[in-house]
Nanobody, 118 residues
């Protein structure tokens, strides 16, 4: 089992920056992939960024060049640095963990609200 707790959301102005954190209840070095997803009102949950245990990253086209995902194995924490935010980035951001034991297991955090508004 893996518990994920997000923090760092809030209200930010367009063009501003924010850093989200995801505290993980287990050693993240052994988790195959961590990621951030978001869900805006009336829309489906969508991928924002992922990072593998080896450090490979993947981003949605809409956030490339603006967002950066990283992991601190010593702190068992995954981050999402959000720069130059836009109104379209407003959503609940969820942390995600995937690991393969005998089958793929997926875990979700409760989410943290990010609102971009002037």
């Amino acid at each position: 089992q893996v518990q994920l707790v997000e923090s760092g959301g809030g209200l930010v102005q367009p063009g501003g920056s924010l850093r989200l954190s995801c505290a993980v209840s287990r050693v993240i070095r052994s988790i195959d992939a961590m990621g951030w997803y978001r869900q805006a009102p009336g829309k489906q949950r969508e991928l924002v960024a992922t990072i593998t245990s080896g450090g490979s990253t993947n981003y949605a086209d809409s956030v490339k060049g603006r967002f950066t995902i990283s992991r601190d194995n010593a702190k068992n924490t995954v981050y999402l640095r959000m720069n130059n935010v836009e109104a379209e980035d407003t959503a609940v951001y969820h942390c995600n963990a995937r690991e393969f034991t005998s089958t793929w297991q997926t875990y979700w955090g409760q989410g943290t609200q990010v609102t971009v508004s002037s």
